[in-house]
């Protein structure tokens, strides 16, 4: 059964400090790898999407690292400002029953403060 | 535009009733998913369709039914509401089930 742990749940950090949010999964065997942003009472928005086959994909001041074979993935965010501040969520694609879906983790929860 | 829509955005009613909840995506995508977001803020997938067609269905109570009349909508009929429904409920969608999803701004059920 895939699971999926993120770690911090939660981290408070003054504007301007880099930080590393990561996403472990017990499954291997995923197709890709996804990071999502949600804001409180609002839905998801999706920031990065990494395939298996690739190693990273950046954004912006994001970039986000996959590493398959140990089951891990970063999130580095550079340069924090107040407006990052929301829960990031990482979610593998599991293959299923013929069809892909989405095991998401828990979150970490990120306050960036002026 | 709005690509992934849901309505209503809120919704409260007692235990008992039924409930139905309407998502409509104009990205064109073949593949739509119902996520329930629970209190904890633990999102888990409960149906996916893909051209109309169910393609996954979790372990759901089947007071929970799923209706996607075309590939563009994809509703949720809840029968005999639980006070343990209550959560936020996200639809979402993707070109195929490999695709990046993306999510509507969720509908939070309030069964009291």
């Known amino acids: 059964k895939q699971e999926v742990t993120q770690i911090p749940a939660a981290l408070s950090v003054p504007e301007g400090e880099n930080l590393v949010l990561n996403c472990s999964f017990t499954d291997s065997a995923i197709y890709n790898l996804q990071w999502f942003r949600q804001d409180p009472g609002k839905g998801l928005t999706s920031l990065l999407l990494?395939?298996?086959?690739?190693r990273e994909q950046t954004s912006g001041r994001l970039n986000a690292s996959l590493d398959k074979s140990s089951g891990r993935s970063t999130l580095y965010i550079a340069a924090s400002q107040p407006g990052d501040s929301a829960t990031y969520l990482c979610a593998v694609s599991l293959f299923s029953g013929g069809y892909n879906k989405l095991i998401f983790g828990a979150g970490t929860r990120l306050a960036v403060h002026p | 535009d709005t690509a992934v829509s849901q309505t209503p955005k809120y919704l409260v009613t007692q235990m008992g009733n039924d409930k139905s909840i309407k998502c409509e995506q104009n990205l064109g995508h073949d593949t739509m998913y119902w996520y329930k977001q629970d209190s904890k803020k633990f999102l888990k997938i409960m149906f996916s369709?893909?051209?109309?067609?169910?393609?996954i269905n979790e372990t759901v109570p089947n007071r929970f039914s799923p209706k996607s009349p075309d590939k563009a909508h994809l509703n949720l009929h809840i029968n005999s509401l639980e006070l343990g429904d209550s959560a936020v409920y996200f639809c979402?969608?993707?070109?195929?089930?490999?695709?990046?999803?993306?999510f509507g701004p969720g509908t939070r059920l309030t069964v009291t």
């Open positions: 990494i395939q298996s086959s690739q």
């Open positions: 979402a969608s993707s070109a195929t089930d490999l695709y990046e999803q993306y």
């Open positions: 369709y893909n051209n109309k067609e169910l393609i």
